[in-house]
């Protein structure tokens, strides 16, 4: 950006002292949401749980099992799995944590970009309100704390600063490579709209900083999957299943609004979400460049934050905002909260005295017609009475009772169960406790995770799924055959509904099945076609089991 900006001098030490007391209470608050309102995780988390277990297991992603690129994910639940063992509360505690720091990172970037506490706080709750999917924790908590970042670094662009921005990146990449796309976006806008009064010169210098400091980090990781697999092997299979999962969600047409009823209903409100989320970074770059070309910034470095939070959520729009949009929203508000106490904060302070009534009218309006749509489409009401606060006198403290009976439990009962397959399933599981050894593994056709992490058995042939289009050409089928047939494999579980396609996608898997296993028992499954249970022939049981009467096997490690 260009022009002059005015010295602004540091918040005064009660202003900090009240930024932190709001980021601190934020947090709170958002850790006690998610655990009053926690209702179990879906099956999708699980696959982070099941990579995390294998870990556990001794095994690495790339090296190990597949991975389309989520190594930090696995790691972080596994690290916390290590220290406090497999009860629910351990993941929830990861998830309610990583909130609750993106919330007071949104408050500090807010407060700063708005010039206000309350702004900064009325937009962190929108945010926590919100309630994302417990597996899309990331999004809050990295772009928070990249928009901070951005504020932080472009009031004082430094070499440290820049090359933090750097680390900030690759921790993002390695947490999911798209999340790493996205910041490094916005962390190469903030450096170059900080950098351009200096002139090219100093823009050069600065990204090259910026590059190095991305190069190295990322370099160990870079090198580790060279070795393992090759960088373009591990490339092309992870864009592939990028590309389906885009192709599966991907919104076909812009979304209208619904004009034939009532206005205020939850798909109008999503379309009115669905494009804010698009134009607040649109004005906020032209506001940001005119007030930059007038010398009218606040403080050092305001328009280069604001321009690299905007390109942040342009980009990052593109990437999240898919379908089904009442799901998809919630990741993308962190940079949406910030951009929009900016926006707010602008009309409140640097406004002339004309416009400023018009101006805070547009805002409140915004504001509340947001603030509406969150309430609905996050069905504030019903969370707050799942968390006892609407409910009878005494609903919260049963609600805590109950939370605390179930949380401690590794094995999730009643509306925690995460899919029908593993309700179904629960008691194989209690009998691979009984009579198989911790070392054994499972193969599970389709996508199923959970059912690894409730069996607490690791999957088979790196792969938690075999289904068509998620490693599954022939060179990774036969990948898959050659660690399965060094592990320790009882047992399959076929799910019948999918059956057809694996056995005509993965010809290799199935005659390996086929040739190896033999049938053990039918499960029903309400609304499938049910589970097929098959055990590996040849293997000799020790006895049989009391309450199924199926083999069990002696606890060996292979």
Not at 346 to 365: E, N
Request: glycine share 8%; charged share 15%.
């Amino acid at each position: 950006m260009v022009g002059t900006a005015r010295s602004l001098p540091p918040p005064a030490h009660s202003q900090r002292t009240a930024v932190v007391i709001a980021a601190c209470l934020a947090a709170m608050l958002t850790i006690a949401w998610r655990v009053l309102t926690f209702t179990g995780f879906n099956n999708d988390h699980y696959i982070y749980l099941a990579g995390a277990q294998q870990m556990l297991l001794g095994e690495w992603p790339v090296r190990d099992f597949v991975d389309p690129g989520w190594p930090l994910m696995y790691s972080v639940s596994a690290l916390a799995r290590l220290a406090f063992g497999r009860g629910l509360f351990v993941e929830l505690l990861v998830v309610a944590a990583s909130l609750a720091i993106g919330a007071a990172f949104t408050v500090a970037a807010a407060s700063r970009l708005s010039g206000s506490v309350a702004i900064s706080l009325a937009v962190t709750l929108l945010e926590v309100l919100i309630n994302p999917r417990s597996f899309g924790y990331p999004k809050i908590l990295l772009y928070a704390v990249a928009g901070w970042a951005f504020v932080a670094a472009t009031s004082r662009l430094t070499s440290w600063r820049i090359a933090l921005l750097g680390v900030l990146t690759v921790v993002a990449f390695l947490f999911r490579h798209d999340h790493g796309l996205y910041i490094g976006a916005g962390a190469l806008t903030a450096v170059v709209c900080a950098s351009w009064r200096e002139g090219a010169r100093a823009v050069r210098a600065r990204v090259a900083v910026l590059a190095a400091a991305v190069l190295v980090m990322l370099l160990p990781w870079a090198l580790f999957v060279q070795y393992e697999v090759g960088l373009v092997a591990y490339i092309r299979p992870g864009l592939e299943f990028s590309r389906a999962e885009a192709d599966a969600t991907v919104l076909r047409a812009l979304p209208r609004l619904d004009l034939t009823g009532p206005i205020l209903t939850q798909g109008n409100l999503e379309v009115w979400l669905f494009y804010l989320l698009y134009a607040m970074p649109v004005a906020c770059l032209a506001f940001a460049w005119s007030r930059a070309r007038q010398g009218r910034e606040r403080w050092t470095g305001e328009s280069a934050a604001v321009a690299a939070v905007s390109v942040m959520a342009i980009v990052m729009n593109l990437g999240f905002l898919r379908s089904p949009l009442a799901a998809r929203l919630p990741d993308a508000v962190a940079p949406g909260a910030l951009l929009g106490s900016w926006l707010i904060g602008l009309a409140w302070r640097t406004l002339g005295l004309t416009m400023r009534g018009v101006a805070l009218a547009a805002a409140t309006a915004v504001f509340v017609m947001s603030a509406s749509a969150v309430l609905v489409i996050a069905d504030v009401p019903g969370e707050l009475n799942r968390a006892g606060v609407l409910g009878r006198r005494g609903a919260m403290q049963e609600r805590i009772a109950d939370l605390m009976t179930r949380l401690p439990k590794a094995m999730p009962e009643r509306s925690h169960v995460p899919s029908r397959n593993s309700e179904a399933l629960m008691p194989f599981y209690a009998y691979l406790a009984r009579c198989s050894s911790p070392s054994d593994r499972l193969v599970m056709t389709g996508l199923s995770p959970d059912v690894f992490v409730l069996a607490n058995r690791g999957f088979a042939g790196g792969q938690m799924a075999f289904r068509p289009g998620f490693y599954a050409t022939p060179d990774e089928q036969r990948t898959a055959l050659s660690r399965m047939k060094s592990q320790s494999v009882p047992f399959v579980v076929v799910a019948l509904e999918e059956e057809a396609a694996f056995r005509s996608q993965l010809p290799l898997i199935a005659a390996y099945v086929d040739e190896h296993y033999e049938p053990l028992a039918f499960v029903p499954v309400p609304e499938t076609r049910g589970l097929q249970l098959y055990v590996e022939r040849g293997r000799q049981p020790a006895g049989l089991d009391a309450v199924t009467g199926w083999p069990c096997f002696p606890f060996t490690v292979r």
